[in-house]
C-alpha cells in the first residue's frame, strides 16, 4: 500500500448558473505523500477555493475520485463523509471561523468533542496546542478580544487537535499584515514537522509559495508542476 495522504484522479469541477456551466476544475490528478508540503498558487479565480473544498470533502466533485488515507471518499454516505473529515483533515480558512461566544480553549474542543473525544482528553489537547502556538496566555480570551494573527494561531490549533493526516489551508495568512502572516507560515511550517502532517496550502502569494518544496501552479482548471 502506497503510503498516500491524498490521491485524486480524473477530478472535474463544474458550477451551474442559470443553465450555462462554467468548468473550474478539468481532470486534475495529484498524489501527496504523508507529510509532503506542498502549496497550490493561482489568480483570483482560478478554483482554489473551489479544489481545496472538494479535496477537503467540504462539497462534492462533478467527476473523478478524492482518496484520503487511501478512502474514496465520495463513495461514503453523508455521515461517513463527516466522519472522515473529522478524523483526518483540518482546515485553515483566511477568516477564522471562530465561534465568538465561545473561548479559545473552548474553540480548539470542539473537532475532539465532536470526534467523540472524553471533555477532559479534548481539554487537555485544546491546551497543550494553544500553548505550542504561543497562546498559552491566551486560553480564556474569546475571539474578539484577540487580534487577528492570534485568532489564526488558535484556527490553527483547532485545525490540529485531532491530528489530521491533511492540513488544509486557503489563504491563511491572507488576512494578516507582513511580519504576522509570517510568523503564521513559520508556526505552519514547524507544526507540519513536529505532528507529521500533511500540508496543502492554497494561495495567489509567490512569496508565500517559495517557501514550500513543491508548487503547483492551478492554470485554466489544471495543474502545471512548479519547477524551481
Ligand atoms: N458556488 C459557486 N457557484 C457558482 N460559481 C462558483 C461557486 N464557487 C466558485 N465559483 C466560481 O468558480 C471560480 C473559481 O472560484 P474560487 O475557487 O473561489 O477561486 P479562487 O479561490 O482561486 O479565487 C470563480 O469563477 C467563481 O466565480
Ligand atoms: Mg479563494
Known amino acids: 500500500m502506497s503510503n498516500l495522504a491524498l490521491s485524486v484522479r480524473g477530478l472535474e469541477k463544474s458550477f451551474e448558473m442559470g443553465g450555462t456551466v462554467l468548468p473550474v476544475l478539468r481532470s486534475i490528478d495529484l498524489d501527496v505523500e504523508v507529510g509532503e508540503r506542498i502549496a497550490i498558487v493561482g489568480q483570483s479565480g482560478s478554483g482554489k477555493s473551489t479544489f481545496l473544498h472538494v ?6 466533485p462533478t467527476a473523478g475520485q478524492v482518496l484520503i488515507d487511501n478512502v474514496d471518499a465520495f463513495a461514503h454516505s453523508a455521515a461517513q463523509l463527516d466522519t472522515l473529515r473529522n478524523r483526518h483533515i483540518g482546515f485553515v480558512f483566511q477568516f477564522h471561523h471562530l465561534l465568538p461566544d465561545q473561548d479559545a480553549v473552548q474553540n480548539v474542543m470542539i473537532p ?3 470526534g467523540g473525544e472524553l471533555p477532559s482528553d479534548a481539554r487537555a489537547r485544546a491546551e497543550i496546542l494553544l500553548a505550542r502556538v504561543g497562546l498559552g496566555d491566551r486560553m480564556r480570551h474569546r475571539p474578539g478580544e484577540l487580534s487577528g494573527g ?7 490549533a483547532r485545525a490540529l487537535v485531532r491530528s489530521p493526516k491533511l492540513l488544509l489551508a486557503d489563504e491563511p495568512t491572507g488576512n494578516l499584515d507582513p511580519d504576522t502572516a509570517a510568523r503564521m507560515l513559520d508556526l505552519m511550517l514547524e507544526l ?4 507529521d502532517t500533511t500540508l496543502m496550502v492554497v494561495t ?12 503547483l501552479d492551478l492554470e485554466q482548471g489544471r495543474f502545471v508542476e512548479g519547477t524551481r
Not at 150 to 156: F, N, T
Not at 192 to 195: A, L
Not at 206 to 214: G, H, I, V, Y
Request: glycine fraction near 4%; charge should be neutral; hydrophobic fraction near 40%.
Open 204 to 215: 495567489h502569494s509567490q512569496a508565500l509559495a517559495s517557501r514550500f518544496p513543491r508548487r
Open 150 to 156: 492570534e485568532q489564526q494561531r488558535v484556527a490553527l
Open 112 to 114: 475532539a468533542l465532536i
Open 55 to 60: 479535496v477537503g470533502t467540504l462539497d462534492h
Open 192 to 195: 507540519n514537522e513536529e505532528i
